[in-house]
């Protein structure tokens, strides 16, 4: 079991938000456990004794009053052990040992010690040392903690936030010109990328970055609800848009059975092809997501063999019509969420490759990617059987699965479980991961 000491400014405090809050092992898989909040500690009962680490909505340091919207803090793994641990302490620990290892993962070691991410950095050291001295003056290694450890703690998890905020703006500022000019590519390559939206020679290791660089400059799509044609609606695409992404939503293709309709999607196609002259990317074209599947889909819903029948039969017409318009495809979402038609992990895998290998047989010179629609890994300990996105796409790839790139769709909404608030260092370090696989 791991429990850990919480407070507010009056002392012990007596409840605390774990609605959203989970733990996880190595790599940042979440494990079954139960996360409860006691009066002045939040315990974590979990079947093994292996250390793990607690991720858990926590105050913004940055939040003013009124400001209710906590960030998703997460601790280092820690062993078990009998006596709480300080939780504003854990947290200030894993953020300044995250700002550390960024600063080799971007080679950001010749900063110089003026510079704003470095100060912050620095006096976030300084105020975590203070505090834990202050912390073990008070009976720390007994379990005794005190408000004033605390509000340490806290005081250097704020300035780690603020250094990490820092950190991620250089990082950008060294980065995203290279990309955005195309020199990246010609560092690595030798050769001037493509225009914009030409895409056409193959990705390579970016030279003083993490993750690949793209033969063409970054290009910027908007998707369009294919129900709505209006001439403005056109007219804003085309000057706004390096090429457009058109939804292909099964149950707008296919509202009854073997019935396609495709007239909303063949005229966006038209106008992006012959009017706008504009490259169309499509998809997804297999999402489980209540917004996508068709009412009369859920008959097959506990037969499996059938429902791949049916998957199979959907993609092949749906890819052989716009084969010759549409040069890439998004042709799976979200399944590892296992949301609303559920799978096993075995049926997961499956339908994953047999989708992927058909889509390739149909159009062997289009480009397929696979989205993640949920890619940070918290969703897995709020829903059953479902996977979390960076483990899905290492088993998609160790698979031998074809994947040409991985679409990462960041959802910007009302909080609801695994989607409250994040700050600009999880972004980046989520995207790294991803980026790790060496795909686009």
Known sequence: MLSFAVFDEQGPSSEWPVRDAYMFGPDGIPVPAQVRAEAGRI???????????LSVPYPSPEAGPGDSQPLVLSTCLLPERDEPYLLSLELARQRIMVLLNKLEDWQLFDLPPENPALVALEAARLAFTEALV?????????????VDADRGARRALDLATRASDLLAEVHVKRALPDRL???????????????????TGPPVKSPNDTGLVLAGKPAIAVSVNPNQFAPATQQALASSSDFLALPVSWRELEPDEGRYSFASTDRWIEWAVRRAKMSVFAGPVISFDKSDVPDWLYIWEHDYETLREVIYE???????????????????????????????????MDLTRMVMLLTRKLHPQGKMQIEVVHPFGSEPAHRARSLPGTLYAEMVQQAGIGVDAWAIRLELERPKPGQVGRDLMQLAATLDRYALLDRP
């Open 43 to 53: 315990v974590c009962e979990k079947p093994s004794a292996e250390a793990a680490g």
């Open 134 to 146: 202050s912390h073990r003056l008070n009976g720390g290694t007994g379990g005794g903690y005190s």
């Open 181 to 199: 000019s195309g020199a990246g590519y010609l560092m690595a390559t030798g050769q001037e990328p493509q225009a914009s939206g030409s895409v």
């Open 314 to 348: 959907h993609v092949k017409n749906v890819i052989t019509r716009y084969r010759r318009t549409v040069p890439r495809w998004t042709v799976l979402s979200g399944l590892n969420r296992n949301e609303n038609i559920q799978l096993t992990f075995e049926q997961m």
